[in-house]
């Protein structure tokens, strides 16, 4: 499918309808490049759309976007990210985000997608998202396991695959590991299965699986630079924290809950969804090898799965009219995180380096009087 490009008149115009309380029914407000970009993000759209909208990102802003490709996939295909951000002199600190580590979830990558066009549609007319696109890089993966979202896009028969696909072993005749059991996070010890038949197959061993270690070796040569390791799934309107295991915390657990509690919040006030925060084992089930605890078990400090909707009616089909709110509130839930792991590490940062400077000034006064 051809997207057209919107040009920033486009955009403005978008953007005061919305504005301004227009709904559908007044089509005769939206020229045809605008109606093409409002309907884009309310559709899901298969692997080959999503290489195309990725480059049409970064040709419509060469300045902030850039592409990586950091792995490859069982059958050899690219695990491509964008890098976003505005260009700076020093290092920069980084927010990751990756969907579609489980094929079914399409309203995952969806949210890739929303998510990458509010960054570029804001940041220069919003200060906040400006600043963060300043002081951050976001590194976003709209589909991490590219073989299975291509596999279930064949058929109404291969919707609901859910894991990579890579052969059995062993005599095994059945294709896939569960990615997120595979990571080197307590692997292997609870809520997995080794039958490789199994939805929850967690592999033969921890990054068995090259897309799990993509994302592994990444994490790990950035892991001193990322602030907030936020990964994508649905359904169940969660927000959970580490760990998997009913028996380890994070040793920040308070900080992520109070964190969790206040991105809840946020997204509750958007169109009234209740999602519920904690650790897996709490309020879903205990597992292990997700990439949301190796995140951070290598000291990644803020690491959150997002469960997008629904409770279940609809589970891993949900119906296309609610891509858009689910959307726009897990949008408002992911600001807020990236915005509290901004704050605390430039302002407190700061503040904690003026308190040092007066200190320091206060130490020099009181030993210059002393002499006096």
Request: hydrophobic share 35%.
């Amino acid at each position: 499918m051809m997207m057209l490009g919107l040009g920033s008149v486009g955009l403005v115009l978008l953007s005061l309808a919305v504005q301004s309380g227009h709904g559908a029914q007044d089509s005769d407000v939206w020229s045809t490049e605008e109606t093409t970009e409002r309907n884009y993000y309310t559709r899901y759209h298969n692997m080959s759309d999503i290489t195309a909208w990725m480059e049409q990102m970064k040709r419509e802003n060469p300045d902030v976007v850039s592409s990586m490709v950091y792995g490859q996939t069982y059958e050899r295909r690219d695990i491509t990210l964008l890098k976003i951000g505005l260009s700076s002199t020093g290092r920069k600190k980084a927010i990751w985000m990756d969907c579609g580590i489980h094929a079914r979830e399409w309203i995952a990558p969806a949210f890739c997608q929303y998510f990458v066009r509010e960054i570029l549609r804001t940041y220069k007319t919003d200060t906040k998202v400006n600043e963060m696109m300043k002081n951050l890089d976001f590194y976003i993966t709209p589909v991490l396991n590219v073989d299975g979202y291509i596999y279930s896009w064949h058929n109404a028969s291969t919707r609901l695959w859910r894991k990579s696909r890579s052969p059995g072993t062993g005599g095994c005749t059945c294709y896939g590991t569960d990615l997120n059991r595979n990571f080197y996070a307590n692997w292997g010890m609870v809520g997995v299965s080794t039958d490789c038949c199994s939805q929850t197959y967690c592999g033969t061993k921890a990054i068995s699986e090259s897309e799990a270690r993509a994302v592994t070796d990444m994490l790990g040569k950035m892991r001193e630079d990322i602030l907030a390791f936020l990964t994508i799934h649905s359904y169940g309107q969660l927000l959970l924290v580490p760990y998997g295991h009913p028996n380890i915390s994070a040793p920040n657990y308070d900080e992520l809950m109070e964190v969790g509690l206040g991105a809840a919040k946020a997204i509750k006030a958007v169109h009234g969804m209740d999602y519920t925060v904690g650790t897996s084992p709490d309020v879903l089930y205990a597992n292990s090898g997700s990439s949301r605890d190796f995140a951070r078990l290598i000291g990644i400090p803020l690491s959150f799965t997002f469960e997008l909707r629904d409770k279940g009616e609809h589970g891993f089909e949900l119906p296309e009219d609610q891509i858009q709110p689910t959307c726009e509130e897990a949008y408002a839930g992911a600001h807020h995180i990236i915005t509290y792991a901004h704050d605390k590490a430039f302002y407190s940062s700061a503040a904690t380096i003026t308190a040092t400077l007066w200190t320091t000034l206060l130490a020099a006064w009181v030993s210059s009087a002393t002499l006096l």
